[in-house]
C-alpha cells in the first residue's frame, strides 16, 4: 500500500517534471528570427544549468524525508499579557491592580525588499480605568537598500540610548527611570517618521549611524508635535565593543532636537554605557549588566530664557542563578522645564523568569525630591507571552 | 630618499612647474618600476579575495564541514562557539559585521537558532544571505527529521515544531549536510564546483570509513539504557543503539525538580543504567546529586566542534563522544 502511494508520487514527479521540461522546450521551440541567435545561445547554456542542476539534485534527495507541514503565509502572531499590582505610599488609593497591556505582535517579510513589523497595545488609562488600543509600533524595514543603508518608516520607538527602543515588557524593572520619563513620559519617544540607519565601513568594531526625521509626539513632555513645520530630527551613534568572548562594551551618543510646548525648539543630548558580562559557555546561568545612561535638555522657552537639566540612571542587574535575576537601580532627574525640581530615587528589583515565555519581578522604589516628602513604591508584574516571540536586542 | 626630497621643493611656489618635470624625469625608471609592483600587487590582491568566498555558518559543526568541502576556497567563521547552549546565543551586534560582508550564511534551521540568528540576518543589510537568496544554506534541506510533532503545544516545554533539530550529531547527516552547503558553494561559485564536489566526494568517504570504526566500538553497547540531560541526543541514540529512557529536564528546557530526580534515581535503580549525558553548556549539580545517590557516571559529550579544545573537526566530535561513552558504559 505503503509502495503504492510511494510510485503513484514519484509518477507525478515524473509527469510535473516532463510537462515543466515540455514548456522549457516549447519557449526554445518560439519561431526563430533574426536576432534569436543569441538568446538561443543562453537558452541553451541556461538548459545546461537547468539538466546539471538537475542531475544534482537526486543525490540530495535521502530517503525518509519527511515534508514539512502547516506552512502558510500569517504573519508571526504573538500576545504579550503584562498583568501588574502596585503600592504607593502617598495619595488616597495604595493599592491597585490591573492588567497594564497586552501587547498584540504582527510580524513578517512583506517581499524581498523589506519587512513589517507591528506591535498592537491595548492598555489601560490609569485616570478612567478604561481599556484602549493604540499602535504602539507599525514599521516597514527595508533588507536590500545599497551600502548598508537600512530605511525605517511608520511609527517606531526611537534611538535613544538603551531604554527607549526596548518595550517595557522586556527590561529589567517594572517602573521607568525618573529621569526618562520626566524627558520622553511613560510611553517613551515613540514618533511617527522615518529612519535610515548606516553600518559603517568599521572592521574593528560594530558602528552605526542613525538618522531619523518625525513628527513630533504629543505626550513627551520633552518635544510636542508642532502646529507649524518643525519636525523632531535625531542622530545616534551605537558603538558596540566586543572585549573578550564574555564581555562587552556598548557606547552610544544620542542628539535629538524638536519643537516644544513654548512652540520653540528643545535640544536633547544622551550618553549611554553597557557594560555586560555573561560567560559564553554557561550564558544561561550567570550574566551581569551595568547599563547606565545620562540625559541633557536645553529647552527654550522665550527668546531670552531657557532651561538646562540633566537626568541619569545607573543599573546593575546581577543573575543570581538560571532563572533568577536581582536588578538595582539608582535615579537622578531634574524636570525639563523646571530645573529646581529635583528628584533622586532607588529601586530593586527581583525577578524569576519561569521560562523564555513567563516571568514574575517584584519592585521596591523610594523616591525623595524637593517639594513632597520621601515616598515608598511597589509593583508586582507577571509578563506571559503566546505565539510567536520576537528575539530582543542584546 | 631622493623621491622624498623632490617632493619638498615641489612646494616652493614659482617653482612648481619645473620641479614637477624634474621628478618625473629623474624618477621614470622608479615608476616604471612602481607600477609594475603595484599592478602584481593588486593583480594577487585581486585574485585573493575573488577566490574566497566568505562563509558565515551559525554552529561549529557547520563550520567545520564547510571548511573540508570549501577547502582554500572559503573563509569561514561561527557565530556560536563548540561549547555553548546553540538554542541560546546572544545576538551581539560584532556578529553582523562578518555577516554583512558574508557570501554565504549556513544555518541549521528548523527553529533552533530561531532565538538570534533571524534578528541578526535582519539586521545584515546583505541581500546576498537573506533566506531565500542563493548565499542562504538550511543544512537541514532533505534531512530526514525525528520526533516532528503532531502538535504544538507549549505546556510540553521547548519544544520544536518542525522536529528535533540536534539532527548533526548522526554522522550520516552529515551527509546531508555536506551536500546542503556543497549546493550553496556551488550556487555562489560555480567555476569551482568540481573542486567541492571532490571534497564532498572525501568527506562522503571519510564518513563512510569512520562509521565502521564507530560503529564497531559502539556494537558492544547496543541497547544500553541511559539518562540524558537534554533531549537533544535523538539522532546519536538511534544511529548507534543506544536507549535514552529519561532526561534530568522534566520537559525541554525546565531545569530539573526534586521530584524529576527522585523519578530519575529510580529509573536508574531499576534499569541498572550506568550514565547520565549531559553538554558542556548545563551545569553538573543536579546529575552529580543522582551521581551521588545511585553511582552512576555523569558524562559530558561535545555536542559541537570545538565543544572541547581537543575536538577539532565534526569527525572529532563522534571519536570524542563514543571515547567517552564506551569508558563509561564499560
Given at each position: 500500500?505503503?509502495?503504492?502511494?510511494?510510485?503513484?508520487?514519484?509518477?507525478?514527479?515524473?509527469?510535473?517534471?516532463?510537462?515543466?521540461?515540455?514548456?522549457?522546450?516549447?519557449?526554445?521551440?518560439?519561431?526563430?528570427?533574426?536576432?534569436?541567435?543569441?538568446s538561443?545561445?543562453?537558452?541553451?547554456?541556461?538548459?545546461?544549468?537547468i539538466?546539471?542542476?538537475?542531475?544534482?539534485?537526486?543525490?540530495?534527495?535521502p530517503?525518509?524525508?519527511?515534508?514539512?507541514?502547516?506552512?502558510?503565509?500569517?504573519?508571526?502572531?504573538?500576545v504579550?499579557?503584562?498583568?501588574?499590582?502596585?503600592?504607593?505610599?502617598k495619595?488616597e488609593?495604595n493599592?491597585?491592580?490591573y492588567?497594564?497591556?497586552?501587547?498584540?505582535?504582527?510580524q513578517?517579510?512583506?517581499?524581498?525588499?523589506?519587512?513589517?513589523?507591528?506591535?498592537?497595545?491595548?492598555?489601560?488609562?490609569?485616570v478612567?480605568?478604561?481599556?484602549?488600543?493604540?499602535v504602539?509600533?507599525?514599521?516597514?524595514?527595508?533588507?536590500?537598500?545599497?551600502?548598508?543603508?537600512q530605511?525605517?518608516?511608520?511609527?517606531?520607538?526611537?534611538?535613544?540610548?538603551r531604554?527607549?527602543?526596548?518595550?517595557p515588557h522586556?527590561?529589567?524593572?517594572?517602573?521607568?527611570p525618573?529621569?526618562?520619563?520626566?524627558?520622553?513620559?511613560?510611553?517613551g519617544?515613540?514618533?511617527?517618521?522615518?529612519?535610515?540607519?548606516?553600518?559603517?565601513?568599521?572592521?574593528?568594531?560594530?558602528?552605526?549611524?542613525?538618522?531619523?526625521?518625525?513628527?513630533?509626539y504629543?505626550?513627551?513632555?520633552?518635544?510636542?508635535?508642532?502646529?507649524?513645520?518643525?519636525?523632531?530630527?535625531?542622530?545616534h551613534?551605537?558603538?558596540?565593543?566586543?572585549?573578550?568572548?564574555?564581555?562587552?562594551?556598548?557606547?552610544g551618543?544620542?542628539?535629538?532636537?524638536?519643537?516644544?510646548d513654548?512652540?520653540r525648539?528643545?535640544?536633547?543630548g544622551s550618553f549611554?554605557?553597557?557594560?555586560?558580562y555573561?560567560?559564553?559557555?554557561m550564558?544561561t546561568?550567570h550574566s551581569?549588566?551595568?547599563?547606565?545612561e545620562?540625559?541633557?535638555?536645553?529647552n527654550?522657552?522665550?527668546e531670552?530664557?531657557?532651561?538646562?537639566?540633566?537626568?541619569l540612571?545607573s543599573?546593575i542587574?546581577?543573575?543570581?542563578?538560571?532563572?533568577t535575576?536581582?536588578?538595582?537601580?539608582?535615579?537622578y532627574?531634574?524636570?525639563?522645564?523646571n530645573?529646581?525640581?529635583?528628584?533622586?530615587?532607588?529601586?530593586?528589583?527581583?525577578?524569576?523568569y519561569?521560562?523564555?515565555?513567563?516571568?514574575?519581578e517584584?519592585?521596591?522604589?523610594t523616591t525623595e525630591d524637593?517639594i513632597?516628602?520621601r515616598?515608598?513604591?511597589?509593583w508586582?508584574?507577571?509578563i506571559?507571552v503566546?505565539?510567536a516571540?520576537?528575539?530582543?536586542?542584546? | 630618499?631622493?623621491?622624498?626630497?623632490r617632493?619638498n621643493?615641489?612646494?616652493?611656489?614659482?617653482?612648481r612647474?619645473?620641479?614637477?618635470?624634474?621628478?618625473?624625469?629623474?624618477?621614470?625608471?622608479?615608476m616604471?618600476r612602481?607600477?609594475i609592483?603595484?599592478?602584481?600587487?593588486?593583480f594577487?590582491?585581486?585574485?585573493?579575495?575573488?577566490?574566497?568566498?566568505?562563509?558565515v555558518?551559525?554552529?561549529?559543526?557547520l563550520?567545520?564541514?564547510?571548511?573540508?568541502?570549501?577547502?582554500n576556497?572559503?573563509?569561514?567563521?561561527?557565530?556560536?562557539?563548540?561549547?555553548?547552549?546553540?538554542?541560546?546565543v546572544?545576538?551581539?551586534?560584532?556578529?553582523?559585521?562578518?555577516?554583512?560582508?558574508?557570501?554565504?550564511f549556513v544555518?541549521?534551521?528548523?527553529?533552533?537558532?530561531?532565538?538570534?540568528s533571524?534578528?541578526?540576518?535582519?539586521?545584515?543589510?546583505?541581500?546576498?544571505?537573506?533566506?531565500?537568496?542563493?548565499g542562504y544554506?538550511?543544512?537541514s534541506?532533505?534531512?530526514?527529521?525525528?520526533?516532528?510533532?503532531?502538535a504544538?503545544?507549549?505546556?510540553?516545554g521547548?519544544?520544536?515544531?518542525?522536529?528535533?533539530?540536534?539532527y548533526?550529531?548522526?554522522?550520516?547527516?552529515?551527509?546531508?549536510?555536506?551536500?546542503?552547503?556543497?549546493?550553496?558553494?556551488?550556487?555562489v561559485?560555480?567555476a569551482?564546483?568540481?573542486i567541492?564536489?571532490a571534497?564532498?566526494?572525501?568527506f562522503?568517504?571519510?564518513?563512510?570509513?569512520?562509521?565502521?570504526d564507530?560503529?564497531?566500538?559502539?556494537?558492544p553497547?547496543?541497547g544500553s539504557?541511559?539518562i540524558?540531560y537534554?533531549?537533544e541526543?535523538?539522532?546519536?541514540?538511534?544511529?548507534f543503539?543506544?536507549?535514552i529512557?529519561?532526561f534530568?529536564?522534566?520537559?525541554?528546557?525546565?531545569?530539573?525538580?526534586?521530584?524529576?530526580?527522585v523519578?530519575v534515581?529510580?529509573?536508574i535503580k531499576?534499569?541498572?543504567?550506568?550514565?547520565?549525558?549531559?553538554?558542556?553548556?548545563?551545569?553538573?549539580?543536579?546529575?552529580?546529586?543522582?551521581?551521588?545517590?545511585?553511582?552512576?557516571?555523569?558524562?559530558?559529550?561535545?555536542t559541537?566542534?570545538?565543544?572541547?579544545?581537543?575536538?577539532?573537526?565534526?569527525?572529532d566530535?563522534?571519536?570524542?563522544?563514543?571515547a567517552?561513552?564506551?569508558a563509561?558504559?564499560?
Amino acid at each position: 500500500m505503503n509502495l503504492k502511494y510511494k510510485s503513484g508520487g514519484y509518477f507525478a514527479v515524473v509527469l510535473f517534471v516532463a510537462i515543466f521540461m515540455g514548456s522549457l522546450s516549447a519557449s526554445a521551440q518560439v519561431p526563430a528570427d533574426s536576432t534569436s541567435k543569441d538568446s538561443t545561445v543562453a537558452d541553451s547554456a541556461l538548459l545546461k544549468q537547468i539538466e546539471a542542476q538537475m542531475q544534482a539534485a537526486p543525490a540530495a534527495q535521502p530517503t525518509g524525508t519527511q515534508t514539512r507541514s502547516s506552512l502558510s503565509f500569517n504573519p508571526d502572531i504573538g500576545v504579550i499579557g503584562d498583568f501588574q499590582g502596585s503600592y504607593i505610599s502617598k495619595g488616597e488609593k495604595n493599592f491597585d491592580m490591573y492588567l497594564n497591556e497586552t501587547e498584540v505582535s504582527l510580524q513578517a517579510a512583506v517581499d524581498p525588499y523589506a519587512r513589517a513589523d507591528f506591535f498592537l497595545s491595548f492598555g489601560r488609562d490609569p485616570v478612567t480605568g478604561k481599556y484602549g488600543v493604540e499602535v504602539e509600533e507599525g514599521y516597514v524595514t527595508t533588507l536590500s537598500l545599497p551600502a548598508k543603508l537600512q530605511l525605517k518608516a511608520g511609527k517606531f520607538r526611537e534611538a535613544v540610548g538603551r531604554i527607549n527602543p526596548t518595550h517595557p515588557h522586556a527590561l529589567p524593572f517594572i517602573d521607568l527611570p525618573n529621569a526618562y520619563v520626566n524627558l520622553f513620559g511613560e510611553e517613551g519617544l515613540n514618533d511617527e517618521g522615518v529612519s535610515l540607519s548606516w553600518l559603517t565601513p568599521n572592521k574593528a568594531f560594530y558602528q552605526e549611524l542613525v538618522f531619523q526625521t518625525t513628527a513630533g509626539y504629543t505626550e513627551s513632555p520633552a518635544f510636542v508635535r508642532s502646529e507649524g513645520n518643525h519636525l523632531v530630527y535625531l542622530g545616534h551613534l551605537k558603538n558596540f565593543f566586543t572585549l573578550t568572548d564574555n564581555a562587552t562594551l556598548e557606547l552610544g551618543l544620542t542628539g535629538i532636537s524638536g519643537p516644544n510646548d513654548s512652540a520653540r525648539t528643545t535640544n536633547v543630548g544622551s550618553f549611554d554605557l553597557t557594560y555586560k558580562y555573561k560567560p559564553v559557555q554557561m550564558n544561561t546561568y550567570h550574566s551581569l549588566t551595568w547599563q547606565s545612561e545620562f540625559y541633557y535638555s536645553h529647552n527654550n522657552q522665550t527668546e531670552d530664557h531657557s532651561v538646562d537639566a540633566i537626568g541619569l540612571y545607573s543599573f546593575i542587574q546581577y543573575q543570581l542563578a538560571k532563572r533568577t535575576f536581582l536588578t538595582g537601580r539608582y535615579d537622578y532627574g531634574e524636570k525639563p522645564y523646571n530645573n529646581s525640581i529635583k528628584e533622586q530615587a532607588y529601586s530593586l528589583t527581583f525577578g524569576w523568569y519561569a521560562t523564555e515565555f513567563s516571568k514574575m519581578e517584584v519592585e521596591a522604589k523610594t523616591t525623595e525630591d524637593n517639594i513632597e516628602p520621601r515616598f515608598y513604591q511597589a509593583w508586582l508584574r507577571w509578563i506571559f507571552v503566546i505565539g510567536a516571540h520576537g528575539a530582543h536586542q542584546y | 630618499m631622493a623621491h622624498t626630497e623632490r617632493i619638498n621643493i615641489n612646494f616652493l611656489p614659482g617653482d612648481r612647474q619645473r620641479n614637477i618635470s624634474i621628478l618625473k624625469f629623474e624618477n621614470k625608471t622608479h615608476m616604471k618600476r612602481i607600477s609594475i609592483f603595484t599592478a602584481i600587487a593588486f593583480f594577487v590582491f585581486q585574485h585573493a579575495v575573488a577566490g574566497t568566498i566568505k562563509v558565515v555558518t551559525t554552529l561549529t559543526d557547520l563550520k567545520s564541514i564547510t571548511e573540508l568541502i570549501g577547502g582554500n576556497k572559503v573563509a569561514v567563521t561561527s557565530i556560536a562557539t563548540g561549547y555553548q547552549n546553540p538554542h541560546f546565543v546572544d545576538p551581539k551586534p560584532s556578529y553582523i559585521i562578518n555577516l554583512s560582508g558574508a557570501d554565504l550564511f549556513v544555518t541549521i534551521g528548523l527553529d533552533l537558532e530561531t532565538g538570534w540568528s533571524p534578528q541578526l540576518l535582519a539586521s545584515s543589510r546583505n541581500t546576498k544571505i537573506q533566506k531565500g537568496a542563493p548565499g542562504y544554506v538550511d543544512a537541514s534541506e532533505n534531512m530526514a527529521l525525528l520526533q516532528v510533532p503532531t502538535a504544538a503545544n507549549r505546556a510540553e516545554g521547548d519544544i520544536h515544531i518542525y522536529g528535533n533539530p540536534h539532527y548533526w550529531l548522526d554522522p550520516l547527516n552529515g551527509k546531508v549536510i555536506a551536500r546542503n552547503i556543497a549546493n550553496g558553494l556551488e550556487r555562489v561559485d560555480p567555476a569551482d564546483k568540481a573542486i567541492f564536489e571532490a571534497n564532498l566526494a572525501t568527506f562522503n568517504k571519510t564518513i563512510d570509513d569512520k562509521m565502521k570504526d564507530w560503529q564497531a566500538k559502539m556494537a558492544p553497547f547496543k541497547g544500553s539504557k541511559i539518562i540524558a540531560y537534554h533531549n537533544e541526543w535523538v539522532y546519536f541514540e538511534k544511529r548507534f543503539g543506544l536507549e535514552i529512557v529519561d532526561f534530568m529536564e522534566p520537559k525541554p528546557g525546565i531545569p530539573p525538580t526534586p521530584s524529576q530526580l527522585v523519578k530519575v534515581i529510580n529509573e536508574i535503580k531499576s534499569n541498572n543504567i550506568k550514565v547520565i549525558i549531559s553538554s558542556p553548556y548545563f551545569s553538573t549539580s543536579s546529575s552529580d546529586v543522582v551521581a551521588k545517590q545511585t553511582g552512576v557516571k555523569v558524562v559530558t559529550m561535545a555536542t559541537s566542534t570545538g565543544a572541547f579544545p581537543t575536538v577539532k573537526t565534526y569527525f572529532d566530535v563522534f571519536d570524542y563522544d563514543i571515547a567517552q561513552i564506551t569508558a563509561a558504559l564499560k
